[in-house]
């Protein structure tokens, strides 16, 4: 099955800095890749897509990076904001195409 | 536009007893998923649903039931609730067609203790 792992549970950055947050997937067969975004209390909230034809995808302050060759995601926050606080989550979609895979997800604290 | 509305908030069970965690959408959506939240975790999937009267098992689906009967409407069923069912709870929903799958749109949560 698919295996989702992120590099750092946890990521601190300071009020204005980039953040980037890791995501490693283990189903070279997955080519649909999702971000989402988890407040606190609250459900979570698509961010960006990116799919296995593409390498790179800019959003308003957000960039996805896809590496499929080492099977990894990354998300650049630019210019991160105390909003932006939350739990991130990579989701990969499965081998059937219907459905996503959760992975632990990152907590990103923004520091004032 | 409401989106996907999740009732009740929140619900403290006794063990052995049962209650139906509701979740509607109104976006016309096909696909209906249903997946818990352990804390520090990530979803995982218990229950979906792929149209009026279609329900699948997903990765955790032992202790629950679902039914679709109405697209807008995916109702979750916990018959005899554990301990191990506290969780946050969250419905999710997609339009799916093709071969494409354009991400979810989840609900608020609904957290529930079981004591």
């Known amino acids: 099955g698919e295996n989702v792992g992120l590099h750092l549970p946890t990521l601190s950055v300071q009020e204005g800095d980039n953040s980037i947050i890791n995501c490693a997937y283990s189903?070279?067969?997955?080519?649909?890749f999702i971000w989402y975004k988890q407040e606190s209390g609250k459900g979570p909230q698509f961010i960006i897509d990116i799919r296995s034809n593409m390498d790179k995808r800019q959003g308003q302050r957000v960039t996805v990076l896809l590496n499929k060759t080492v099977k990894h995601l990354s998300l650049q926050i630019a210019a991160t904001q105390p909003g932006d606080s939350a739990v991130y989550f990579c989701?990969?979609?499965?081998?059937?195409?219907?459905?996503?895979?959760f992975g632990p997800g990152t907590r990103l604290s923004v520091l004032p | 536009n409401a989106g996907v509305t999740q009732t009740p908030k929140f619900r403290i069970l006794k063990i052995g007893q049962s209650m139906t965690l509701q979740c509607t959408q109104d976006m016309n959506h096909n696909y209906m998923y249903w997946y818990r939240q352990d804390p520090g975790m990530g979803l995982k999937l218990i229950y979906y649903?792929?149209?009026?009267?279609?329900?699948d098992k997903g990765e955790v689906p032992n202790g629950y039931n679902v039914s679709r009967s109405t697209t807008e409407d995916f109702p979750l069923r916990l018959e005899l609730a554990a301990p191990s069912q506290t969780s946050v709870y969250f419905c999710?929903?997609?339009?799916?067609?093709?071969?494409?799958?354009?991400?979810?749109?989840f609900g608020s949560g609904t957290r529930l203790t079981v004591v």
């Open positions: 999710a929903s997609t339009h799916f067609w093709g071969q494409a799958n354009y991400g979810y749109t």
């Open positions: 649903s792929v149209g009026a009267g279609i329900t």
């Open positions: 189903n070279s067969a997955s080519d649909y």
């Open positions: 989701a990969p979609q499965d081998n059937y195409g219907q459905n996503f895979v």
